[in-house]
């Protein structure tokens, strides 16, 4: 579906947006705000100021639930999730995204969608997002740089999206694009990456039942630190491949240029795989430190081995059979 005004009488109730809900709640909250009263509206109220506060609808629980994970795999707080951030569009330092991403504008957002496939064109958010789709999915996430979090994410199987977009059979990669905008990204004043920031998945490991499409965390809108309104979830790769504030999917025949690979091919590969038997060139990857906890005896959170594909072996390991990992690094 093309972007089109269409008249508010059109819109069918099933198909009211996220958009619009958001912008019912700020209206909501705006008014709320002149009455002294605001504070006993409810319990959003209180929540954490590191969200914007928008919280989502109907999200549906799944199988991905804090249960599922191990003992040792509590939600990492809010707080840490949202202030320790790589964004390089707001500049190299953990705590530049969450400090100069809030005039940040998500909305409207656009993604364009090209090659390979149907129904290229230019979709709203709305169009690519369906509310009522919308599932939680409790995630390990684990950086290059072997710190790791576990997320509760809310998103849309990026299955899902790729179907109603009709790749062609010679779709084998799906590339994506973040937005380029110096003027809103200061860190894109300097050639710290090739701007725009690229990543891409080949086709199933784009299908892989795991791989997410987010839209939130903890049960709201994304925040801008996290790479809203958008943003890839591939929990058993490396986090630099969950590529932030997409505006472009297209399918390709030949595998795409990834930015971490065009500027240290040695370092980052196309796969990207959590592996802790092969190592980045300059440091280990056995182990990893989980941000927010739990800390030992000693008061500081020890370093915990790092998993085979991240936990998520069960679920992926047949995709790479028979290719070499220390090689497909
Ligand atoms: N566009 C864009 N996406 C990006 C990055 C980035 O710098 N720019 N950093 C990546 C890296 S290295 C990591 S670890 C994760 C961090 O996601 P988080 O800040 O939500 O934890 O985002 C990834 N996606
Ligand atoms: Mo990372």
Redesign the pocket.
């Known amino acids: 579906m093309l972007i089109q005004a269409r008249k508010k009488s059109d819109v069918l109730s099933s198909e009211i947006t996220l958009h619009s809900v958001f912008m019912r709640r700020r209206e909501f909250l705006r008014a709320a705000a002149a009455t002294s009263a605001a504070a006993a509206i409810g319990p959003f109220m209180l929540s954490d100021p590191a969200m914007a506060g928008m919280k989502l609808p109907n999200v549906q629980k799944t199988k991905w639930t804090r249960e599922s994970l191990g003992k040792d795999d509590d939600l990492t707080p809010l707080k840490d ?2 202030t ?7 500049g ?1 330092g953990k705590g530049d ?1 969450a400090r100069k991403s809030k005039d940040f504008k998500t909305k409207p957002w656009t993604v364009v969608v090209d090659g390979e496939c149907d129904k290229p064109g230019r979709y709203s958010f709305e169009d690519l997002i369906k509310p009522h789709e919308l599932q939680e999915r409790v995630y390990r ?5 072997a ?1 790791s ?1 576990v ?1 509760p994410w809310v998103g849309v199987p990026l299955a899902d999206i790729i179907k109603r977009l009709g790749p062609t059979g010679n779709a084998k990669y799906v590339a994506f694009e ?2 380029v905008d110096p003027a809103q990204m200061p ?1 894109q004043k300097y050639a710290i ?1 090739k701007w ?2 690229r ?1 891409g998945l080949r086709m199933d490991e784009a299908m892989n039942p795991l791989t997410l499409m987010a839209v939130g ?1 903890y049960g709201e809108e ?1 925040p801008n ?3 809203a309104p958008i ?2 979830v591939t929990p058993w790769k ?9 505006v472009r999917i297209s399918f390709t025949e030949k595998q795409p240029p990834t ?2 690979n065009m500027s240290a091919s040695r370092e980052y590969g196309f796969y990207s795989n959590v592996n802790p038997l092969v190592n980045h060139p300059r440091w280990s990857q056995a182990k990893e430190r989980r941000l927010g906890g739990p800390t030992n005896v000693f008061g500081f959170v020890p370093k915990r081995p790092t998993l085979m594909f991240n936990g998520y072996e069960e679920e992926v390991a047949a995709m790479y059979k028979g290719m070499n990992l220390a090689r497909n690094y």
């Open positions: 999730v949202t320790y951030n790589n964004f390089y569009e707001f190299t995204p996430f684990r950086c290059v740089e710190w979090m997320i973040t937005l860190g990456l725009p920031y990543e965390l994304l630190q996290n790479g943003r890839l490396y986090g630099f491949k969950s590529i932030k504030s997409i930015s971490w």
